[in-house]
């Protein structure tokens, strides 16, 4: 089992960049291939990237190709996600999640382990 705890969030204007980091305790983090999601009011919880355990692959949805990197360190237990040129549809609960298939996994039920969200603002 792993504990995931992210932060970084907060309010940010509409272009603007923010980190968000998630620190995983427990069972060994390289094993798993971790993911961001995100849910904004009255929606599905939707993939935004994912990375393979080594790090050699990576997925990014479609909108924020080009704008969000993810990336992580397995020496830090550590995974983030860097978010550039933020809109302010990007408005949401940014949550980080654990799973034990590989690659990369891009369905939310693939993922075994969630933590408990960080709030991204964007908005003048």
């Known amino acids: 089992q792993v504990q995931l705890v992210e932060s970084g969030g907060g309010l940010v204007q509409p272009g603007g960049s923010l980190r968000l980091s998630c620190a995983a305790s427990?069972?060994?983090?390289?094993?798993?291939?971790m993911g961001w999601f995100r849910q904004a009011p009255g929606k599905e919880r939707e993939l935004v990237a994912a990375i393979s355990r080594d790090s050699g692959i990576t997925y990014y949805f479609a909108s924020m190709k080009g704008r969000f990197t993810i990336s992580r360190d397995n020496n830090k237990n550590t995974v983030y996600l860097q978010m550039n040129s933020l809109k302010p549809e990007g408005t949401a609960v940014y949550y980080c999640a654990a799973s034990t298939r590989s690659p990369v996994p891009t369905i939310t039920l693939q993922y075994n382990y969630w933590g408990q969200g960080t709030q991204v603002t964007v908005s003048s």
């Open positions: 427990g069972r060994a983090f390289s094993s798993y291939a």
